[in-house]
């Protein structure tokens, strides 16, 4: 295992909480990761995107312990850490939230929040402050539900997601993956997820998002990470980059529209070598 980095610190200035270098992830003959590098800092909302096979769903099973890789080294907070379940990842600070958010229908969102964590108070549950913590902490992300004890099967896609994101913040993670969260959703569920991701770029969390949606993507994300074929595809600064230059990187299109392959490279923050790696 490597030693100590020194240099996990942002072009802004910003701290660089996780950081994985050449990761590598083989299923029998299937090469799914390939050497990949990939950051994220604090109070900022990395996009990852990548056409079906890209490789952008294992590497969220690295990162959250469902997969460790074959190869290659995970930082935390500059320092070598070994990720090989998802307790691991909890430990550190990481919390997922898949695609399915794993919600009991029959329970009310208070007991959703705490489900594994009930808290106790001299051998019974704690009712009142189990629903206390969650209006706080509801309150705190401007999420609006009819109440803490509405049944989460009567709440629409959006509040269930905000449910989910919620209660994976029971924890106080510092990194919070979100695979795909408006999957599925209507134009004002969809604001509603994403006015969240902002909040949670406000509180200084690193926020990695998988999304297929490069509306959403523009919506919210600071910088995009590309897969393609389970290599980096590009990294692109949002405040710069063009929906032509990441269609590009995803398809692995030869020439952009108007310019050589060679000046979107450089429109990249990742050197040229790490691209095409």
């Given at each position: 295992m490597q030693g100590r980095r020194t240099d996990l610190t942002a072009p802004d200035g910003a701290p660089v909480i996780l950081a994985l270098e050449g990761i590598s992830k083989r299923f029998g003959a299937v090469q799914a990761?390939?050497?990949?590098?990939?950051?994220?800092?604090?109070?900022?909302?990395?996009?990852?995107v990548g056409d079906n096979g890209a490789g952008k769903s294992t590497l969220i099973k690295v990162i959250s312990g469902v997969g460790p890789p074959d190869s290659g080294t995970i930082f935390f907070d500059s320092r070598p850490v070994s990720i090989?379940?998802?307790?691991?990842?909890?430990?550190?600070?990481?919390?997922?939230?898949?695609?399915?958010?794993?919600?009991?229908d029959n329970l009310d969102v208070v007991d959703n929040l705490f489900l594994g964590r009930e808290q106790a108070r001299i051998g019974w549950l704690d009712e009142i402050g189990m629903e206390r913590r969650a209006i706080e902490l509801l309150q705190t992300l401007a999420v609006k539900l009819p109440s803490a004890r509405t049944q989460v099967a009567s709440l629409s896609g959006g509040q269930r997601q905000s449910v989910a994101i919620a209660r994976s913040l029971l924890g106080e993670p510092r990194v919070v993956l979100l695979d795909e969260p408006t999957a599925a959703l209507g134009v004002a569920q969809t604001a509603q997820v994403l006015d969240l991701i902002r909040r949670l770029r406000e509180r200084g969390l690193g926020v990695v998002l998988i999304s297929h949606n490069l509306a959403d993507v523009f919506e919210v994300a600071d910088r995009v990470e590309v897969l393609r074929l389970g290599r980096n595809g590009g990294s692109f600064d949002m405040k710069t980059a063009t929906r032509e230059q990441i269609v590009a990187a995803?398809?692995?299109a030869d020439v952009l529209p108007g310019r050589p392959r060679a000046a979107a490279k450089k429109a990249t923050k990742r050197p040229a070598k790490k691209a095409a790696r």
């Open positions: 990761l390939d050497g990949v590098d990939f950051e994220v800092h604090a109070g900022e909302v990395v996009a990852l090989t379940r998802p307790s691991d990842a909890t430990a550190l600070g990481i919390a997922t939230v898949y695609q399915d958010l794993a919600l009991c995803i398809t692995g």
